[in-house]
């Protein structure tokens, strides 16, 4: 069983809903919480990260972390055609440590 | 901003030839991740180093190595290459004296063994 769990989609959804990605872990080591945006055929870039349990939020996109429930989330508002990717979650232990990723939620965002 | 830079961005071998993969990391990161890509699977960790000592290894296989230099660059050698090694290979780079998590990672390299 992988250490980190996510639903690998697809997800489709019409332009302008919210998107809801989510992840479980099971290791109560890991202590910092990333989500990535893969476009097809290019690297991962980083969305954003969260230390703590709670909600952190950057423009359109809010990443969620419940600690005592090991559960990780991502929501997207307002989606674009231009979300459509696939969208990883990822976990460290601690910094330098190696990601250890979920396996990747297919977006697909309708015009 | 610089990014991590990685090169060749695509390379073809045929099998049992020998590969080298380059990866430039962000200026005044410490810390070089190696990982693998197959089709449609995340990304699966090889190898890494902190201020050029290697500080994890994953599932690497031991026809792999891999070193940091002294201007912080690295590089993934590759030999006796099966048709499986086929993927998209990435660098990523982090600041860990910092303490910041965050790893940043390249456009990737596709290697394609025939």
């Known amino acids: 069983q992988k250490e980190v769990e996510q639903d690998p989609g697809p997800l489709s959804v019409p332009e302008g809903a919210i998107v809801s990605l989510n992840c479980t872990y099971s290791?109560?080591?890991?202590?910092?919480f990333m989500w990535y945006r893969q476009y097809s055929r290019k690297g991962p870039e980083l969305l954003m990260y969260?230390?703590?349990?709670g909600n952190k939020e950057d423009g359109r996109f809010t990443a969620q972390v419940d600690k005592s429930s090991k559960y990780i989330s991502l929501f997207i508002r307002d989606s674009q055609p231009s979300d459509s990717a696939t969208y990883l979650c990822a976990t460290i232990k601690a910094a330098g440590n190696k990601l250890t990723f979920g396996g990747g939620t297919r977006v697909l965002v309708k015009p | 901003a610089a990014g991590v830079i990685q090169s060749p961005r695509h390379l073809i071998k045929e099998k049992r030839e020998t590969a080298t993969l380059k990866c430039y990391p962000i200026?005044?990161?410490?810390?070089v991740y190696w990982y693998q890509q197959g089709p449609g699977q995340d990304p699966q960790f090889l190898i890494s180093?902190?201020?050029?000592?290697?500080?994890d290894k994953g599932s690497i296989p031991d026809r792999f190595s891999a070193q940091q230099f002294s201007d912080y660059h690295s590089e993934l050698n590759m030999s006796s290459l099966e048709l499986g090694d086929s993927a998209l290979y990435f660098c990523a780079s982090s600041l860990v004296g910092g303490s910041a998590p965050e790893a940043f990672f390249g456009q990737g390299t596709r290697l394609t063994v025939v």
């Open positions: 290791n109560s080591a890991f202590q910092y």
């Open positions: 969260t230390y703590s349990s």
């Open positions: 180093f902190y201020e050029k000592m290697q500080s």
């Open positions: 200026p005044r990161h410490d810390t």
